[in-house]
């Protein structure tokens, strides 16, 4: 069974940077199968989609990411990043990695606290 394990997260200042990384273990297919993803969830609130790139690279991003994060992959080393500048408060939340690919799998969430 796929297990995903993500790292990065903290308390941060406005206008500050962060990157999460997740690493993808015990999976049953090739990971360049698999469509990886980066969402959060704020309190009080739905999780949101954040960013998701192919295994072949090609990305999508939510509006509010779009210009200040970047999600990467590293298919040898099967992991996904996400490089976040410009933080806001308003991007506190809990953020998840996510593997798709004949279904989804999800990390345990890691926090990111932007704050003066």
């Known amino acids: 069974q796929v297990q995903l394990a993500e790292s990065g997260g903290g308390l941060v200042q406005p206008g500050g940077s962060l990157r999460l990384s997740c690493a993808l273990t015990?999976?049953?297919?090739?990971?360049?199968?698999?469509?990886m993803a980066w969402s959060r969830q704020a309190p009080g609130k739905q999780r949101e989609l954040v960013a998701s790139?192919?295994?072949?690279?090609?990305?999508n991003y939510a509006e509010p990411s779009k210009g200040r994060f970047t999600i990467s992959r590293d298919n040898a080393a099967r992991t996904v990043s996400l490089q976040m500048n410009n933080l806001e408060p308003e991007d506190t939340a809990v953020y998840y990695c996510?593997?798709?690919?004949?279904?989804?799998?999800w990390g345990q969430g890691t926090q990111v606290t932007v704050s003066s």
């Open positions: 996510s593997a798709d690919y004949s279904g989804t799998t």
């Open positions: 015990r999976n049953k297919f090739a990971f360049i199968r698999y469509t």
């Open positions: 790139i192919s295994g072949s690279g090609a990305t």
